[in-house]
């Protein structure tokens, strides 16, 4: 089992910045890609980016468009999302989940087997 917290999230006025963690714990995440997606109000939810055991990155250019760095630091099973240049349609529970797989990095939720609770992320404008 692998439990995930998430944190960093917040309010912020738009074209701020939040830094998202989530830190894992339970076992090895050896060859297990990670990732982040989100769900607002009303709206299924999304893929935002997804990051190899390596730091392969993939990310849904359509949200992101630049603003937005996945990253990974492995000796500490954390998980972390940059966001830059926030938007008001930011707005969302952000949620960091471990792939099932082994060595891929997936944009599709049913691939991540293992999910936190989520935080909140909130941009005014």
């Known amino acids: 089992q692998v439990q995930l917290v998430e944190s960093g999230g917040g309010l912020v006025q738009a074209g701020g910045s939040l830094r998202l963690s989530c830190a894992a714990s339970?076992?090895?995440?050896?060859?297990?890609?990670m990732g982040w997606f989100r769900q607002a109000p009303g709206k299924e939810r999304e893929f935002v980016a997804a990051?190899?055991?390596?730091?392969?990155?993939?990310y849904d250019e359509d949200i992101v468009r630049g603003r937005f760095t996945i990253s990974r630091d492995n000796a500490k099973n954390t998980l972390y999302l940059q966001m830059n240049n926030l938007k008001p349609e930011d707005t969302a529970i952000y949620y960091c989940?471990?792939?099932?797989?082994?060595?891929?990095?997936?944009?599709?939720?049913?691939?991540?087997?293992?999910w936190g609770q989520g935080t909140q992320v909130t941009v005014s404008s």
């Open positions: 339970g076992r090895t995440l050896e060859d297990h890609g």
């Open positions: 990051i190899s055991w390596r730091g392969n990155s993939k």
């Open positions: 989940a471990v792939d099932g797989g082994w060595t891929r990095i997936s944009a599709e939720a049913w691939a991540y087997e293992y």
